[in-house]
């Protein structure tokens, strides 16, 4: 099934971006079809799966539903991996480094006020994590359940022995964290759907990336909230620069100091 335009009618990523790789515009329901690709396996991996797995594991409190989540949204988010991978290939025909990295904008900032590529351009990371960081302190997840918030298992007596030298524990969420914001939802989203939107959105496919992005949390809806107002630290920045690095370090913030915080129980 054919779910984007002819290149000949739109080549807005590409055109802007001056790379030789042709970035397609997709039609409505391959977008649709792609998020719900994301989407559902996220949910049915927090929904169905978890409970399942969280009763074969033995422990206290919210201990068994958080290694349940762990493992079944970590197997999720590496399909999101890929998925990115398949769409790509089967696009470009290929999956060289150098046809990747243009087809996923997997490269420098460019200002689009002064042309300048990378360097003092990557400046604009420090204000978004400051005030990504701002935003998640000031927006808080509404009604989540307690075995199904990550913050409680720093919070709770069952949780910090959990950790306690669990190192291989440890390492799957290291994992999960980088196939979260780098190599899964990001790629996918940032990556490779906006890039691909301006021929159904246009000027708004950036607002139109966020909404999927705030959509596709169904394994986590209380935190959509949160998630839709991180549009303006994820999404405009990756359309601005053209460059999904923007979106993953600014994304990735969060992660690397969550990953402190959990070696200091670990360790």
Known sequence: ???SLPLTETRAASAASASIVEIPQYRLRGILGIWAAAALPMAAAAWLAAPVLADRYGGDGIVPMAKALYVSLTVALIWQFLLVAVLVWHEQGTLR???????????????????RVGGRVWLVLIPLILLFGAAQAIIPAIGAPE??????????????????????WYGLILVSFL??????EELLFRGFLLPRMNGVFGRGDWVANGLLFTGYHLHVPWAMPATLFETFFFAYPTKRYRSAWIGIAAHSAQSVILGLLLLTLVA
């Open 97 to 115: 480094w150098s046809t990747v990295r243009d087809a996923l904008w997997l490269r420098s900032p460019r200002s689009p006020s002064s042309g």
């Open 1 to 3: 099934m054919d779910t």
């Open 147 to 168: 075995n199904r918030d990550f913050a409680n298992i720093l919070d709770t007596d069952a949780g910090k022995e959990f950790l306690s030298g669990a190192w291989s």
């Open 179 to 184: 196939f979260n914001t780098v190599l899964g």
